[in-house]
């Protein structure tokens, strides 16, 4: 059996409903969302990474399994060597998943 890792950034291009239900974070959007009293689940993650591609396809599991409780509570990502390299540097994210 073949297992397919692609980056999270390129599974999301290709298929945008795969990651509909995960919040992309980045340095614009994070303040905003994060720490306003609305519980969330956070990966930070980069594209190259082995684990974080095999995280992949649990993570967009994850956001679809919790779709129905948006208003309750974040599933989110952020890449922390693109967009949101100024978030993971800020609160010391130094090691992903």
Same mark, same amino acid.
């Given at each position: $059996?073949h *297992? $397919? #890792?692609?980056?999270?950034?390129?599974?999301?291009?290709?298929?945008?409903s795969?990651?509909a239900?995960? $919040?992309i974070l980045?340095?614009?959007? #994070?303040?905003?969302?994060i720490? =306003?009293?609305k519980?969330?689940?956070?990966? #930070?993650?980069?594209?190259?990474? /082995?684990?974080? *591609?095999?995280?992949?396809p /649990?993570?967009?599991?994850?956001?679809?399994a919790f779709? !129905?409780a948006k208003?309750?509570?974040?599933?989110? =990502?952020?890449?922390?060597?693109?967009?949101g390299r *100024?978030?993971?540097?800020? !609160?010391g994210? /130094?090691?992903?998943?």
């Amino acid at each position: $059996m073949h *297992k $397919m #890792f692609l980056p999270l950034s390129l599974l999301a291009a290709l298929a945008p409903s795969v990651l509909a239900n995960v $919040m992309i974070l980045d340095s614009k959007n #994070f303040t905003e969302n994060i720490g =306003q009293g609305k519980p969330a689940l956070v990966e #930070f993650y980069v594209d190259w990474g /082995t684990v974080c *591609k095999g995280l992949a396809p /649990t993570y967009a599991k994850l956001g679809e399994a919790f779709a !129905h409780a948006k208003d309750k509570v974040i599933i989110a =990502q952020v890449d922390a060597e693109g967009a949101g390299r *100024k978030i993971s540097d800020k !609160h010391g994210v /130094t090691i992903w998943p």
